[in-house]
């Protein structure tokens, strides 16, 4: 197990890298530096082709990005196109195979191994398809067409009205494929745990009661149109929704409700068909390095203690007498720390949000290089949505920047938006955080679209834990309970290492992980059993914060131990976000070679 903690101490390659310098020779049969440059040329043009090819097979996806073709259509949900998709990565494997790797130039080929390697993964994990939960209560694809179209689907014309209709009128046949693919899952004793099946089927409740046609009346009221075009849009909507939407949504609840009927209590993975084989894949695919369950549970058991340490010390030091659950009760119920749960209270935190951010924004260039970012807007989440979404969340902009980024929040319940929490959770989602790593990435005119667009969760999840961290420094947490927040937020994410193996390899009881997060963070019972319930269904996905926050740490620790007084914090950053996202094993190389280079006379 120590050697496992170090590797986030200690990063083996980098000293490498620092203690060896690469020796080059010449190569004559290298080519010259002009064929080098065209054949990057062409093979990033080629990566851009694959990416979209994937992309565009999703209309979801294109959605996501910013790309508004197709525009009428839903995802094809159906396993035979699966299997197509499948078939087309396979065949975008083997052409990107025969690109040898020395006719272009080094940042293609970092490009070029990140596609092979998604592919690979992508064709080797395709067996593990039926292992997921495709309805539940945070991210399911019942909730998923909807967001689509109150999210994504802009309404520009009469075209982009009658796409949206189109949308409608093909939810009926996205369900009913949808309902294959649970039966499927069922069919191989894979059905979602008896807790989260009446969350689904409340959610396809309120959604037959047609609150997204109020979205729709919304966005033609935006546009220029005559107001009989206007009308005759909104009863075609209307019509489709009422004849078709509505029936089919019905006629789904009823599949669940029988489904009900199957599901047992039993909370994690290993319940599934070589589920604990497919657990560690989960994990490797989330944390982008090789880690056995007991290894990172074992890495949150220390780090816990670690951090409640911490808290501990600023509660003394804050005069406080009594014991760390002490502690927690106290900052869980003491109306200073809570803004009014009024209109004028959920005001007040979203203003003060947008000060959080506006302030350290104007200190960029402290941390970074590059200080511009795409335009961001500061949010309360939809209150259609905010039952079913967690406390805040980042939403990115179109890749061409046209459509700039969201930081949305969750004010249903300001109990559960304590004002310790609010700067952390700014930085988190907005500034330095995600908002910063996603514009610094797509500001890379030199990277082919999917790394601009890349997601690797260690990566950019483990920096959204990092930017809670980074402002420490910078004076951006003078008071004091603001610190305790950041504390207690990544005694949160560093918990989830413990439950989250706990649950899908040491078999523990949804009671037992419950137990866990509320005799060991500062968070209440309610958010325990919510945070639990999203473990459950989302496996391995909790992870990937804490583990990559604990490499980037790492990485910049020695950093600073190999180049001393040469260490740039705002070039560590700079080469850190520079690539793009990156599986934590290819930073690690990167940032490597890039302090060997430093070192070099």
């Given amino acids: 197990m120590k050697t496992v903690y170090a590797f986030f101490l200690i990063c083996p390659l980098l000293l490498a890298g620092c203690e060896k310098k690469e020796e080059k020779t010449a190569d004559s049969t290298a080519p010259l530096q002009g064929q080098v440059a065209a054949e990057s040329r062409r093979v990033n043009l080629l990566l851009d082709q694959f990416f979209l090819a994937q992309v565009g097979r999703y209309p979801s996806l294109s959605a996501k990005f910013g790309l508004r073709t ?45 596609f092979r390697q998604a592919l690979k993964e992508d064709i080797s994990d395709f067996k593990w398809r039926f292992h997921s939960y495709p309805v539940n209560h945070m991210k399911g694809l019942h909730t998923a067409v909807v967001d689509l179209l109150s999210q994504h689907h802009t309404l520009d014309t009469i075209e982009d009205g009658r796409a949206y209709i189109k949308r409608l009128k093909a939810i009926p046949h996205y369900l009913d494929q949808l309902t294959a693919n649970l039966t499927a899952r069922a069919d191989r004793g894979i059905i979602i745990p008896s807790f989260a099946l009446p969350y689904v089927i409340n959610d396809c409740l309120v959604i037959a009661q047609g609150g997204i046609l109020n979205d729709f009346k919304r966005k033609l009221a935006a546009i220029n149109l005559p107001d009989n075009v206007r009308d005759a849009l909104y009863n075609a909507a209307s019509r489709a929704f009422t004849v078709e939407v509505e029936p089919a949504y019905q006629k789904f609840i009823v599949y669940l409700r029988r489904l009900q009927g199957k599901t047992d209590s039993r909370s994690g993975v290993w319940k599934f068909p070589d589920g604990d084989q497919f657990y560690q894949r989960a994990l490797q695919r989330s944390s982008s390095i090789e880690l056995e369950p007991g290894d990172v549970h074992e890495i949150g058991l220390l780090e816990v203690a670690r951090i409640q340490a911490e808290i501990n010390t600023l509660k003394d030091s804050l005069g406080f007498v009594g014991e760390l659950p002490e502690f927690y009760r106290f900052l869980r119920s003491q109306p200073q ?40 807007s500061v949010k309360q989440l939809e209150s259609n949505r905010e039952l079913s979404m967690g406390k805040a969340y980042y939403q990115r902009p179109a890749l061409d920047g046209s459509i700039g980024a969201n930081y949305y929040i969750n004010l249903h319940s300001m109990q559960d938006m304590p004002r310790y929490h609010l700067a952390a959770q700014a930085f988190h989602e907005a500034i330095p955080g995600h908002h910063v790593q996603v514009s610094i990435a797509q500001n890379q005119a030199s990277l082919p679209l999917f790394r601009k667009a890349g997601h690797y969760p260690a990566f950019t999840e483990g920096w959204g834990l990092y930017a809670e961290w980074l402002p420490l420094a910078y004076g951006f947490y003078q008071d004091p309970y603001a610190n305790v927040g950041r504390l207690s937020l990544e005694l949160w994410r560093t918990a989830r290492l413990v439950v989250d193996t706990g649950i899908h390899s040491q078999r523990w009881t949804r009671r037992q992980a419950i137990s866990y997060l509320v005799e060991n963070t500062a968070n ?11 473990y459950i269904v989302m496996p391995a996905q909790g992870v990937a914060h804490k583990i990559g926050m604990m490499k980037i740490q790492a990485l910049r620790r020695e950093a600073q131990a190999h180049l001393g007084q040469h260490f740039d914090l705002k070039a560590f950053h700079g080469e850190l976000l520079g690539k793009g996202p990156l599986p934590l094993t290819v930073l690690e190389q990167q940032m490597a070679a890039w302090v060997t280079r430093l070192k070099q006379p």
Avoid: H, M
């Avoid at 209440?524 to 999203?534: G, N, Q, T, Y």
């Fill in 70 to 114: 197709p525009q009428d259509s839903l995802d094809d949900l159906s396993d035979s196109y699966a299997k197509q998709t499948l078939q087309l990565k396979q065949k975008q494997l083997l052409d990107l195979n025969a690109i040898d790797p020395v006719s272009v130039d080094s940042s293609t080929q970092l490009s070029l191994t990140l």
């Fill in 524 to 534: 209440s019972e309610e958010e325990a059993i919510k945070a639990v319930d999203r």
């Fill in 337 to 376: 720390f809570y803004f009014p749960d009024t209109d004028q209270g959920r005001r007040e935190y979203l203003q003060e949000s947008r000060q959080v951010i506006e302030s350290i924004q104007t200190q960029l260039g402290q941390l970074f290089d590059q200080t511009s970012t795409i335009p961001i």
